[in-house]
């Protein structure tokens, strides 16, 4: 079987290579992503495998079709750069790798988190502009114990993420809309008013959809504590940057630790020119209590070598008529 990988890393060809010879297959790995434009690579493939954040166009799908493709399996968590029901038309499968390592994201989180929560930007500020290594009270830390963690989204990264800070012997509240039971030991689900109120941490794992865009806006900011710290490791578009901008300006929110920003398909993942970065992460950037990161969290060793496989091994389900559970519906 020939399997064409679009957007290749080189973190990635080892662990591509490596499946490849276990398995017997072929496998092409190209960097450029899946478009228009580079579609008309797949022929002849019998699938093909993506990571990318920017959107697959439309005419992409028919394209795939009419080679004979029958799958789009991306090698990532989050499938918004698809359109599922245009996919559907074309008698195409999606898969997405909903589990690669949920403590990857778990882990980057909850260190922004700590980060925040001890002031160390803030620290780090005094001392390298002002070389000043005083102590004073507007820094003063409060210890996780004493803290209570708000989840939005308790899948499997937010069970991951509320197993850690219950360890660390935080008071751990979450909201999702089908809450599992068997996470009942790590938090207490509640309504998302209450997690909004609530939370000294405020840690987002839902997907990007057109009910969750921009969830935390200006009224959802409204309702968090002013010392609050915003944690983001899911999808940019989950959050009005502009509100939150103006609340940290304010003073209302005690921090931000972004992993993703709504407009980083631009220039994550990419060296650009300065005049290229946009504003707002500019601004973000600056500030000594918010960390950006440009959409690492899930890079991990563990986490690569399993997108790689479980990408892979659906292609090949999809294509034999397998059984495969990581089919997006």
């Known amino acids: 079987?020939?399997?064409?990988?679009?957007?290749?890393?080189?973190?990635?060809?080892?662990?591509?290579?490596?499946?490849?010879?276990?398995?017997?297959?072929?496998?092409?790995m190209e960097m450029v992503p899946l478009t228009a434009e580079t579609v008309k690579m797949a022929k002849g493939f019998d699938g093909v495998s993506i990571q990318q954040t920017s959107p697959v166009e439309?005419?992409?799908?028919?394209?795939?079709?009419?080679?004979?493709?029958?799958?789009?399996?991306?090698?990532?968590?989050?499938?918004?750069?698809?359109?599922?029901?245009?996919?559907?038309?074309?008698?195409?499968?999606?898969?997405?790798?909903?589990?690669?390592?949920p403590?990857?994201?778990?882990?980057?989180?909850?260190?922004?988190?700590?980060?925040?929560?001890?002031?160390?930007?803030?620290?780090?500020?005094?001392?390298?502009?002002d070389h000043d290594f005083r102590w004073s009270g507007d820094l003063i830390a409060k210890e996780i114990y004493t803290c209570t963690v708000g989840l939005i989204g308790a899948g499997h990264i937010g069970g991951a993420t509320a197993q850690i800070y219950k360890a660390l012997g935080a008071r751990v509240i979450a909201y999702d809309p089908h809450p599992d039971p068997e996470l009942a030991p790590f938090m207490d689900f509640v309504d998302v008013d209450t997690v909004l109120k609530e939370a000294d941490i405020l840690s987002l794992?839902?997907?990007?959809?057109?009910?969750?865009?921009?969830?935390?806006?200006?009224?959802?900011?409204?309702?968090?504590?002013?010392?609050?710290?915003?944690?983001?490791?899911?999808?940019?578009?989950l959050v009005d940057t502009e509100a939150l901008i103006?609340?940290?300006?304010?003073?209302?929110?005690?921090?931000?630790?972004?992993?993703?920003?709504?407009?980083e398909t631009t220039y994550f993942g990419k060296q650009v020119d300065a005049e290229a970065v946009?504003?707002?992460?500019?601004?973000?950037?600056?500030?000594?209590?918010?960390?950006?990161?440009?959409?690492?969290?899930?890079?991990?060793?563990?986490?690569v070598r399993n997108m790689v496989r479980i990408s892979l091994n659906d292609v090949v389900a999809i294509k034999t008529g397998e059984r495969c559970k990581n089919i997006v519906k």
């Open 205 to 237: 794992h839902v997907p990007l959809l057109p009910s969750t865009e921009k969830m935390i806006d200006k009224e959802a900011i409204a309702k968090m504590k002013d010392s609050a710290i915003l944690i983001n490791m899911a999808r940019g578009g």
């Open 278 to 303: 946009p504003g707002d992460y500019h601004e973000l950037a600056e500030m000594p209590n918010v960390v950006v990161t440009p959409h690492v969290a899930f890079f991990t060793n563990v986490a």
């Open 103 to 129: 403590r990857a994201i778990a882990e980057m989180g909850v260190t922004q988190a700590m980060y925040l929560l001890r002031n160390i930007g803030r620290f780090n500020e005094r001392m390298e502009n």
């Open 58 to 101: 439309q005419e992409v799908y028919q394209a795939l079709a009419e080679m004979g493709i029958k799958q789009i399996s991306t090698r990532t968590a989050g499938y918004d750069m698809l359109d599922l029901e245009t996919a559907s038309q074309n008698g195409l499968t999606v898969t997405n790798v909903a589990i690669y390592s």
């Open 246 to 263: 103006a609340a940290l300006n304010s003073g209302h929110l005690g921090g931000a630790g972004l992993d993703t920003l709504a407009d």
């Open 1 to 28: 079987m020939k399997i064409l990988m679009y957007s290749t890393h080189e973190h990635e060809r080892t662990y591509a290579e490596e499946w490849a010879k276990e398995t017997g297959n072929q496998v092409q």
